[in-house]
């Protein structure tokens, strides 16, 4: 992980930084582009703009912190907030080149390759027990990103943890951008009406649902931002602390089925969130490069 900054004034930019506010203007440019397509366009550029300034503001505040805690929360919230805000963002951006939901296309390849749909298949094996832990698995991801990372910062150091922000982000940017090249709503907003059997359980599922109610719409669903980015957790805990990647192997492999078993993405989701994480794992380190020439040759 690179540890250059690039200084534009007064201001310090690190490598995650770099790519954040990139993705906001990149997503800005497409707002102005397809303004036709893309209902409250110039709101949505107003809000990127908003958010850019909100971010570098509580990322100087994280830098003249004299207290680690006070350091690493400033900054955990920076960037965790910042990057579930681009996820909604994306939202309205998702049908500026189709124009239409592709679900159609998912549904008949895998029934071609199946010979079934996965979350009506998966009707005949629902029970409450199943259901709770699948739910646990999905929910649990939530509170495991800043946990995670707060472990790595502390016992491995602040390099470490932006190696890990900067890989998560580029995941779920790549995931963002897989919703606008590929739109898909997902099960339940696309076959909701072919499901029969609820999906009940307890204090998990309720929460669960929740998110399905509060946090999700329809898109945003291929690639997985959930899978992508629980493999992205699971390899930096491997890289980082081994003893929480062990831990975190039974929730991570049981979030993989939890995303198709509780409806909010197909299989074929799931597996190209995987993909796409093993991807940004892969060129993360291409990119750094980059950033430290960027900064090399700004400096000189």
Known sequence: MTNKELTIGNIRLKATDGLILATLIFFSILALIFHSSVEGWW?????????????????????????????????V???????????????????????????DYVLDFEQWLFNLQQTLWLE??????????????????????PVLCGIIYYLRGELAMEDYF???????????????LFPVASP??????????????????????LMRKYLHFAGGSIPSPHT??????????????????????????????????GRYHYITDAIVGIAVAFLAVGLAPILMKTWDRLVTQKSS
């Open 77 to 103: 919230a920076a960037v965790t907030l910042t990057y579930a805000y681009l996820f909604g963002a994306v939202d309205k951006l998702q049908l500026i080149i189709h124009g239409r939901w592709m679900d």
């Open 43 to 75: 709101l949505l550029i107003l809000k990127n703009i908003g958010v850019g300034i909100v971010y570098t503001i509580f990322n100087r505040f994280s830098e003249k912190a004299t207290k680690k805690f006070a350091k690493f929360f400033l900054r």
């Open 188 to 209: 339940m907003y696309y076959i909701k009406q072919l499901y029969t059997v609820p999906l009940d359980g307890w204090i998990w599922t309720y929460l669960g649902e």
């Open 124 to 145: 005949d094996y629902i029970s409450k027990p199943l259901t709770e832990w699948m739910m646990f698995s999905y929910v649990i991801y939530v509170p495991m990103y």
């Open 166 to 180: 900067f890989t998560l982000g580029f995941t779920n940017i790549l995931c963002d951008i897989g919703f606008i």
């Open 228 to 261: 992508a980015a629980a493999t992205i957790m699971w390899i930096m805990a491997y890289r980082y602390h081994r003893k929480s990647f062990w831990i975190m192997s039974p929730i991570v492999i049981s979030l993989y089925f939890s995303t198709f078993y």
